[in-house]
């Protein structure tokens, strides 16, 4: 992919946007007197702002690269992490959950976990969380700094530095108000710079039915577009319908699932885990100003949320789209190949005696990547007829490469869209994006390693200011962690795979800790303990003995013993996800109804829904009843689903 010259429009839209988020900070610093200012926001951003923030500290990398990506493999089944794995779970998040966060005025998610059980689960839950949100922003980092190369041409660790810079210090300066503040820009900046590329893409394939009429080729015979092995097909809806292919069973659509492990594994365990426990969200919802305000941030939320999907999934259904169609000559990218391998291949190329088998199992080696043989051996004849250029040679084999680096999706649709000023609004929206990220889960880093493992384990009773100093030398420190983790993650191509498998471990075990805390007053805390940490160690047993078609033993599983195999990553992480929920919730049941009670009803009230006073708004307007709403976003939620039956 060869770097893109910016022009002077774009280079004003970018660093006008990075003066203004660092701006924010400076503006906030003033007023960041008190470790509760600095790190909890001092509950008291409005429910629009946090609202907003909510929803943008989850489009990071992994939302945006992740879903263009998936739109790609999936088709519109990937809108199932919206409409069956986000929405339910916000909902049950502001009705449900909510009163208890902000009513026990936890600071964060393990500190409530302490109050509710004992120290061991606030600390086996506050490491594994710190560690998990280091990765996830080194991920961020490692997937920004490589599109600044790939697009810019920028070095690898320069814009590492940059990035890293820019996030440190509108953080330092301003703390979780600056965050917040800057997400709500970085949700703007993320609709105003993609929401033209979908137009544009839609647009050059002749609108949604053309698009679908394309799909549905593609779907009898995936193979053409190296979506699938040949000999592969499916129904004619596999990527335009979003629920028949998956109640068909698990041969019957890309993703490899059945009803089951979508609704069970994705809809209940994966969903709840991650919007019901995950702090780096919840966060959000506590620094809202009061209990109505805290209730109604994933109301807010869910709204844009909802729809969402024709945002960042259809730019990956127009891309197989563009690709099954050759006079808009364009591909999904091929993974990234080095220039010394295209060279070799091109030597190859010329070299060839005859446009035979051998010529085909030459250039692949030389590439180091899987081949269309058909497209090798029309490149080696062509290039016998008349000498081809080195140029010519390289697109030849570029298009000829039979895999698909489908997290590249977004990334060439900005360049064959955007012009400039338009590319500079979606470069910097992918900036935002993945600053967002970056941010989110720095902040929420800095509040549980000061509250919830520094003032808990190491240094309790210290003055306030000296947590706001800790809090500030560890949003360095994360900062720090982070750029190794990006290194780290630059090592593996599957390092996208690895936190979302990451993900899985923590936050699906978690939430069988927090269903029965939260419900079962006779859940005690060596029963919690216990089946957090076997829920953790039941996901790692589940991972080593299973892998996904096509992958070897290794980090991506099996690396015990391969027991089963699964359609698709995917399917395996859903599976996963159930397996570990059901791990963690047997064994803290069975472990609670052994051991003895620590806590009375008097010290549970406030943390457990039986114990604890309902909260009355009636005398609310309906549209500020967390209830209410609530319902009328699952009526919507349910016609999408319809809709796209």
Not at 94 to 119: C, I, T
Not at 540 to 568: C, D, M, R
Request: charged share 10%; hydrophobic share 55%.
């Amino acid at each position: 992919m060869q770097p893109i010259q910016l022009q002077w429009i774009d280079y004003t839209i970018l660093i006008a946007y990075v003066a203004f988020v660092i701006g924010i900070g400076w503006t906030l610093a003033r007023y960041m007197k008190t470790s509760s200012d600095f790190l909890t926001s001092a509950r008291s951003i409005p429910t629009w702002v946090t609202g907003l923030a909510f929803i943008s500290a989850n489009l990071g990398a992994l939302e945006l690269v992740g879903m263009a990506a998936s739109g790609a493999k999936y088709g519109i089944a990937t809108a199932h992490f919206y409409w069956v794995g986000a929405i339910p779970a916000m909902i049950f998040l502001a009705v449900f959950m909510m009163p208890f966060y902000y009513g026990s005025k936890a600071r964060s998610v393990p500190e409530y976990l302490k109050m509710r059980f004992d120290e061991r689960v606030r600390a086996l839950n506050a490491i594994a969380f710190a560690v998990m949100t280091i990765f996830a922003s080194g991920i961020s980092m490692d997937a920004l700094a490589k599109l600044l190369n790939q697009l810019l041409g920028w070095n690898y660790n320069f814009g590492l530095l940059i990035c890293s810079a820019v996030v440190l210090v509108y953080v330092l300066k301003g703390g979780l108000t600056s965050a917040i503040y800057t997400e709500v820009l970085q949700f703007f900046m993320i609709v105003l710079g993609f929401a033209p590329v979908v137009y544009l893409g839609l647009k050059d394939v002749g609108g949604w039915g053309a698009m679908n009429h394309s799909l549905q080729a593609v779907a009898v015979n995936p193979s053409t577009v190296y979506l699938k092995d040949a000999g592969t097909t499916y129904a004619a809806n596999a990527w335009t319908s979003a629920w028949q292919p998956v109640l068909a069973g698990p041969a019957s659509n890309p993703m490899g699932v059945d009803w089951f492990a979508m609704l069970f594994g994705l809809g209940f365990v994966l969903s709840f885990g991650y919007w019901c426990t995950n702090f780096l969200v919840v966060q959000r919802a506590m620094a809202a100003k009061n209990m109505a305000a805290a209730r109604n941030t994933p109301l807010v939320a869910a709204i844009p949320k909802m729809f969402f999907p024709f945002l960042v999934i259809v730019p990956g259904m127009i891309a197989v789209a563009l690709t099954s169609m050759p006079d808009k000559n364009y591909r999904i990218p091929p993974p990234i190949v080095a220039q010394a391998n295209y060279n070799n291949a091109i030597a190859t190329v010329r070299q060839a005696k005859a446009a035979d088998a051998d010529a085909v199992k030459a250039v692949g080696a030389a590439l180091g990547q899987k081949v269309d043989s058909e497209k090798i051996l029309s490149l080696v004849a062509a290039n016998k007829s008349s000498q081809l250029t080195d140029v010519q040679i390289q697109q030849g084999l570029y298009n000829s490469i039979a895999e698909n680096y489908y997290s590249g999706v977004i990334l060439s649709l900005i360049k064959k869209y955007c012009p400039p000023g338009l590319f500079g609004l979606a470069l910097t929206a992918l900036l935002a994006s993945f600053m967002s990220g970056m941010a989110g889960n720095v902040t929420a880093f800095n509040t549980v390693f000061t509250y919830d493992i520094y003032q808990a384990y190491f240094a309790p009773g210290k003055s306030d200011r000296h947590y706001f100093l800790t809090g500030k030398v560890i949003t360095v420190v994360g900062i720090l962690l982070s750029m190794g983790a990006a290194y780290f993650a630059s090592m593996y191509d599957n390092a996208m795979d690895i936190i979302q498998l990451v993900f899985g471990f923590v936050n699906a075990p978690l939430f069988a800790t927090f269903l029965l805390g939260m419900f079962w007053k006779r859940t005690t805390g060596t029963g919690a303990f216990i089946g957090l940490f076997c829920g953790i160690a039941g996901s790692a047993l589940f991972h080593s003995l299973t892998i996904a078609h096509g992958n070897l033993p290794g980090v991506k599983g099996g690396y015990l013993h391969v027991a089963q195999e699964f359609p698709s990553e995917m399917a395996q992480n859903f599976w996963l996800a159930a397996f570990a929920f059901i791990v963690c919730f047997t064994f803290t049941l069975v472990i609670s109804l052994a051991t003895s009670r620590t806590k009375t009803d008097a010290d549970l009230k406030g943390l457990v829904y039986s114990l604890t006073p309902k909260i009355v708004d009636n005398n609310q307007p309906w549209y500020l009843r967390p209830a209410i709403v609530g319902v009328v976003l699952l009526i919507v939620c349910v016609i999408l689903n319809f809709i796209f039956w």
